[in-house]
């Protein structure tokens, strides 16, 4: 008797355990440009390493579908899986955490609601960059926020044509946001830190404000 | 010759083309992931009417950042040669440096180009094997470019090579297409054909050669294994000077 109960406890403790494990690591899914090639991968992948505790990295090379788990403990977040695809040389186009607690964090594009109370305008805003990587950037960080529908940027303009429902957003605001991601824009400058963490190729001249 | 030319153009048309590794003869401009090494050496035999000369080189490249690389290969090189006897030597060693400058992605591909540069050291004996051992100093300085997609992989470099004398000024061009034998997969396992065209102009010794290269590559997810065999389709420079054939032998392994 004694026995199968130890047998039944040990049971439920490695269960609970097991549970408790898997319930602990955050989901990360990236959509991402430029693997053209399985070597491709395996440098986003090598990269990743560089997190240590991710598991389960799996990417499908004709999607460009990225995904891994991390400990949860650790709150990796978006903003820093962003940089590390950028850092292994490719762009992120859509990212999405499903969080251990079921919170999902998703940094897509076009998915504002509209009302019947909605006021939709297309407005250009300058926006400083220098490459298809900076308009990679810019678009997927403008197309995140909530109550933009549509957002396209010029290189050789230097400019950004964003679409947005008035009752969710200001262009200040939508300004604000890309100057956290490192881009000068005409309402607000990025911070020194996030304009030293793009990547080289990105180092576009700096508005003066 | 001609044969070689049309087994090679069928060869690419028939071809069910799906993805590629990275080229053997030609280079490339795609950096896998910043702050990491590969080791590699592509090993050539290189025989003329002049002799045989065999280079093995082994070469260090690291990546600071995922648009820049930093390479050192020392070579070492065994020949017989009828006006130069024979032996075996250090070659000229190469520090190596390339810088991406422009990107493109999409899904599934992705084109860019790097500007890169070959300082060659004076290192090697005076034997005059083009680009193996030379003794002279010498400073390369091309672009090169490459899309690569999931169906088909191109690379085309085109510089300069500058010696102080001008004795071995070159004007050099390369072009290459990759296509994969297998379905692309990841982690990788591939089997990739590589045809591959070096235009080679010694400007001031007006000396003129063209090519080919045909490449078969077996890759991995860390480690590739290279065979290519190079043979002239143009031949205006001197006949004891002349390209019979090179024998490509190569291995790189990235960590």
Request: proline share 4%; aromatic share 10%; charged share 20%.
């Amino acid at each position: 008797m004694k026995i199968k109960a130890i047998i039944v406890l040990v049971a439920v403790v490695m269960v609970s355990a097991f549970a408790k494990a898997q319930k602990t690591m955050d989901t990360f899914e990236v959509q991402v440009d430029g693997l053209g090639c399985p070597f491709c991968a395996y440098g986003l992948e090598k990269k990743f390493k560089e997190f240590k505790g991710i598991k389960k990295v799996a990417i499908d090379i004709e999607t460009g579908d990225f995904s891994f788990q991390y400990p949860s403990e650790k709150n990796l977040t978006m903003q820093a899986v962003v940089k590390q695809v950028e850092k292994a040389g490719y762009t992120p186009i859509t990212s999405k955490i499903t969080r251990a607690d079921g919170t999902i964090e998703a940094n897509e594009a076009n998915t504002t609601e509209l009302s019947a109370e909605s006021v939709v305008v297309t407005q250009q805003v300058l926006v400083a960059g220098k490459c298809g990587m900076c308009e990679a950037r810019i678009i997927n960080a403008a197309g995140s926020i909530p109550g933009v529908t549509a957002a396209a940027w010029k290189q050789d303009q230097q400019m950004m044509k964003v679409t947005y429902d008035k009752s969710q957003v200001t262009l200040d605001g939508i300004q604000s946001e890309i100057a956290r991601i490192g881009h000068d824009t005409k309402a607000h400058k990025a911070t020194d830190e996030a304009y030293a963490d793009l990547p080289g190729c990105c180092k576009y001249e700096r508005l003066d404000q | 010759m001609k044969k070689i030319i049309f087994t090679s153009l069928l060869s690419l048309v028939l071809v069910k083309v799906l993805a590629q590794g990275p080229p053997i003869t030609a280079d490339k401009p795609i950096m896998l992931g910043g702050n990491s090494f590969t080791t590699k050496t592509l090993a050539e035999i290189r025989n003329n009417d002049r002799g045989t000369a065999v280079y093995v080189p082994v070469m260090l490249h690291y990546l600071p950042t995922s648009n820049s690389l930093i390479a050192l290969h020392l070579p070492y090189l065994s020949y017989d040669l009828d006006d130069a006897g024979s032996g075996s030597t250090l070659a000229d060693i190469k520090v190596q440096g390339k810088y991406q400058f422009f990107r493109k992605d999409g899904t599934g591909r992705t084109w860019r180009m790097v500007a890169k540069t070959i300082q060659t050291l004076p290192t090697g004996k005076e034997l005059d094997l083009l680009e193996l051992s030379t003794g002279e100093y010498q400073g390369y300085y091309g672009i090169v470019s490459g899309l690569e997609t999931l169906k088909y992989g191109i690379s085309t470099e085109i510089g300069y090579n500058w010696a102080p004398d001008g004795n071995q000024d070159e004007l050099r061009a390369k072009f290459g297409v990759g296509l994969p034998l297998l379905k692309p997969q990841y982690p990788n396992k591939q089997v990739n054909l590589y045809f591959e065209y070096t235009s080679s102009w010694l400007t001031d010794r007006d000396w003129y050669q063209l090519l080919y290269a045909q490449g078969i590559q077996y890759a991995l997810k860390t480690v590739t294994f290279d065979l290519a065999v190079q043979l002239p389709l143009i031949k205006d420079i001197p006949e004891n000077r002349a390209l019979n054939y090179s024998v490509f032998l190569g291995t790189r392994y990235t960590f």
